[in-house]
Nanobody, 126 residues
């Protein structure tokens, strides 16, 4: 069964760190790009980061560059999002999704993704 399952969210103070995991199953991870998204209440979904099939190319939203790092472990079928120096504005539900194409997209378009996880809540607050 094809699945993406996120974990690692929680409550953290400003300046703190979290590492999100996107555990995949039912497909070969290194054949697909995986992207992380976030959506805060009342806001549109934002493309946060993407990693390509080989793991050699990544991209990030300007709002998280220098603070977030995406990586993957093909042996564990898992993609990670290391989030450092967290800010209150990073508060959102974070989701991962499988891309339909071999290269990462830099602008979010729903039809570019075919499978999604259920999301994990990240709350940054003192």
């Amino acid at each position: 069964q094809l699945q993406l399952v996120e974990s690692g969210g929680g409550l953290v103070q400003p300046g703190g760190s979290l590492r999100l995991s996107c555990a995949t199953s039912g497909f070969t991870l290194n054949h697909y790009t995986i992207s992380w998204f976030r959506q805060a209440p009342g806001k549109e979904r934002e493309l946060v980061s993407c990693i390509d099939t080989a793991g050699g190319r990544t991209n990030y939203a300007d709002s998280v560059k220098g603070r977030f790092t995406i990586s993957k472990d093909n042996a564990k079928n898992t993609v990670y999002l290391q989030m450092n120096s967290l800010k209150p504005e990073d508060t959102a539900v974070y989701s991962c999704a499988r891309g339909k194409y071999l290269t990462c997209r830099t602008v979010y378009k729903g039809p570019d993704y075919d499978y999604w996880g259920q999301g994990t809540q990240v709350t940054v607050s003192s």
